[in-house]
């Protein structure tokens, strides 16, 4: 039943539904109305055994989830941005011991500067971690995703991000509809883990592992990522079966058939994009989206289908990596590794810079777009700062400069 | 105190086990019976204290869990030493996630054991004093704070021992460590640094606080087995000498254990709700320099060109000590 809802909300109950075992909390902005709505149902009883802690860190926070795990139960926290990288430690220690964990990102940005608005730094910093990284559209998908996410790490024994754009998703008020639980119950079966610390049947986690295996383990990990493609891609077909509408899948498109230009992106941009989309197709141009829901594992073959037809393609990015350009567009750029696709990386929305239609409809009547380039930038403003430090001003602010900068290229080091 | 300690002066010794000894005063590693928790192979040095103190900890937690017993662990040489994978020395359920996690581990397998209504399931955590005192103090800190059903169990052999013998917030003044040389006009660690956990352990108001040393193992059990018992917050914290870095003799660990009680330096005492309850009395303290001078860590205080004042002010923590936890008899 639709119900009108703020997402984090929705993502509450939906995550209720999934009867976790052990929810831990630490508060920190755009995530906290998650937790916040888990607590209550769990101390209004609504959800049954299930222990909901209260911790003192966000390190305390995975840590706490990844016993739990260990112990067989299924395990629940949320996070964003510094709190993420304050459990870095134990986002790769969750993966290495393949704990089925499912963490919600409510995706916010890095400082310093300090910021609390929405970007794609957090999660991107942990993208190498092993972790499966899904990326939510829309409210309902913020949602649904949840229940995905817990089959999904549960039959790949991988643990799983649900990354949902901060404020943008996680504060707005959409109509939702939230499954039945006997529906959910249906979709997801009781966790069943493949090893747990259990006094009857005593195992050692967590040894010691030399140079004479630790190659081994990790290529394991690897293979495993890439085998949970077909999962991620069967499960999200499972999930409309059951449900009724569509969530997860690997990847998404819209017009990007034939069309000329197609738009990356990842998240709730793509509403955005979508609608900018359809005003340009009236006025006759060839423009699609290619919507990047499952980041890590990267879908390369996928990818590579939707966008082999494109004549240019534009990586809508959500976080930089300074001097380099941007994380999705490395990874698409190796998926169309051969082909003469020009593939320009529009850094936009750093920090919460909203992404408005009129920038977008500006970037797509571009002729040309720079192999780098940064939408909305404010370049007096940066002109005069450089002006003060004595810095040669830069003719260009884009890939220009940053070749300049970087000879020999990165890749030859 | 819990365990009467009983000396055979005809080997003198104290041999916990003696089958001289009522079988209810004979320790739980003296029946053949014992769980073997942490079973012989393992890698630590000769006369490693934390191996000691962690069989007989482990083997009485075991005993008095009824075997259903789950422990986590940091790193730390316990760890390195006990699990060179595909081996391992554990023979109980046992897990190594990070270095300065090992209670909130703990405290999420006590979550998950009560959300499954398996409150038999009892859950230990254990790390050095590194993994404490230091690393894993705020994790150790929110257990305590929320009085989660688990027992802490530190073994304290007072620097980071693992990583080749580093400066902790346990290592005690003028003792010398790797970053902390034995040279210049104060050689050693500092005097006024450090922390004690038992007594912040305390302030938190949780049910059992207990120090234990290896040289009394009877009584290591004892507290094991009362802490076990309980349910809420527990924290034992046990003195386990290190020869390597210590430098002192692999045979003399339970000697120099003895001596670290018996100067006051490691008063041994119980407390309950942040109130101490019982404490080992000691008769006649032995001057602080009968147990530093077993050790080459101290070895620069006895040099012939040695400030006479770092030993005196050592004298001073071992009798603040035994007037603060009223230890003479």
């Keep these: 039943m639709l119900k009108q809802v703020e997402t984090s909300r929705a993502v509450a109950e ?400 | 105190m819990p365990a009467q300690f009983v000396k055979f002066y005809q080997t003198g010794t104290f041999t916990a086990g003696n089958r001289l000894l009522t079988i209810e005063d004979r320790s739980v590693q003296s029946n053949p019976t014992r769980s073997n928790a942490l079973t012989s192979g393992h890698r630590a040095c000769r006369g490693c204290g934390e191996a000691l103190g962690a069989r007989y900890a482990l083997d009485a937690a075991m005993k008095a869990a009824g075997g259903k017993l789950i422990v986590s662990n940091a790193t730390g040489c316990l760890e390195v030493f006990s699990t060179p994978f595909p081996e391992t020395s554990w023979r109980i359920a046992w897990m190594h996630s990070l270095f300065g996690n090992s209670a909130a581990i703990a405290t999420g397998i006590a979550a998950a054991y009560k959300a499954k209504g398996r409150p038999d399931i009892r859950v230990v955590a254990q790390g050095g004093d590194g993994g404490t005192t230091d690393i894993g103090l705020g994790c150790l800190s929110g257990m305590f704070e929320r009085n989660d059903d688990v027992l802490y169990i530190c073994y304290d052999n007072e620097a980071y021992m693992n990583t080749g013998v580093q400066r902790s917030s346990a290592t005690p003044p003028a003792a010398r460590t790797a970053t902390t040389p034995a040279i210049g006009e104060h050689p050693g660690h500092e005097f006024g640094h450090g922390k004690s956990v038992p007594l912040i352990a305390m302030a938190h108001r949780i049910p059992y606080v207990a120090t234990a040393s290896v040289a009394e193992l009877r009584d290591l059990e004892f507290k094991v087995e009362k802490a076990i018992a309980i349910h809420g917050a527990r924290y034992i914290h046990i003195h386990v000498p290190c020869p390597l870095g210590w430098g002192s003799e692999p045979a003399d660990t339970i000697r120099v254990a003895r001596l670290a009680v018996e100067t006051g330096l490691f008063p041994l005492f119980e407390a309950e709700f942040g109130t101490v309850t019982e404490r080992m009395r000691i008769r006649r303290a032995t001057p602080v320099a009968e147990y530093l001078k077993l050790q080459r860590r101290f070895a620069h205080l006895f040099a012939a060109n040695a400030d006479p004042g770092s030993i005196a002010a050592i004298q001073k923590i071992a009798d603040r000590n035994i007037q603060d936890f009223g230890l003479s008899a």
């Design chain 1, 14 to 413: 939906t995550v209720a539904l999934c009867r976790p075992e052990v929810v831990c909390a630490y508060p920190i902005t755009p995530q906290t109305h998650i937790v916040e709505g888990l607590a209550e149902i769990v101390k209004a009883g609504k959800l049954k055994n299930c222990e909901f802690i209260n911790v003192e860190s966000e390190f305390a926070a995975l840590s706490v989830a990844v016993g739990a795990s260990a112990a067989g139960a299924r395990a629940y926290t949320a996070t964003a941005s510094q709190g993420l990288l304050f459990m870095a430690e134990v986002v790769y220690n969750a993966s290495g011991l393949g704990l089925p964990i499912v963490m919600t990102i409510g995706n916010r940005a890095i400082g310093a500067p300090i910021n609390i608005w929405n970007d794609h730094s957090d999660s991107m910093s942990m993208r190498d971690s092993g972790w499966i990284q899904l990326h939510a559209e829309t409210a309902q998908e913020a949602a649904d995703l949840h229940i995905l996410a817990f089959r999904i790490a549960e039959q790949t024994s991988s643990p799983v991000m649900v990354c949902v754009d901060g404020f943008v998703l996680t504060h707005s008020y959409e109509p939702v509809d939230i499954p039945t639980q006997t529906d959910v119950d249906a979709f997801l079966p009781p966790f069943e883990p493949q090893q747990m610390l259990d006094p009857s049947e005593p195992i050692t986690i967590g040894a010691m592992v030399g140079p004479e295996a630790f190659m081994e383990v990790r290529y394991l990990q690897h293979d495993k990522l890439i085998r949970a493609l077909e999962v991620i891609a069967d499960l999200s077909g499972s999930f409309e079966e059951q449900f009724g509408r569509e969530c997860g899948s690997l990847v998404r498109q819209y017009h990007a058939s034939g069309a000329e230009t197609v738009i990356v992106t990842l998240g709730s941009v793509s509403g955005t994009v979508k609608d900018v989309i359809d005003e340009l197709r009236d006025k006759g141009a060839s423009i699609g989206l290619l919507n990047i829901c499952c980041y890590r594992p990267f879908p390369f073959s996928a990818v590579q289908r939707v966008l082999s037809s494109a004549r240019r393609v534009l990586v809508l990015e959500k976080s930089l990596a300074p001097a380099i350009g941007g994380p999705v567009s490395s990874d698409v750029r190796l998926a169309l590794a051969g082909a003469r696709t020009p593939i320009s990386t529009v850094v936009a929305g750093l920090g919460g810079r909203p992404i408005t239609k009129a920038s977008l409809r500006d970037l797509l009547a571009r002729e040309e777009v720079e192999e780098l380039t940064f939408l909305d930038l404010d370049r007096q403003a940066i002109e005069a700062h450089l002006k003060r430090q004595n810095h040669r001003p830069c003719t260009s602010f884009v890939s220009a400069a940053v070749r300049e900068e970087m000879n020999p290229c990165p890749h030859s080091l």
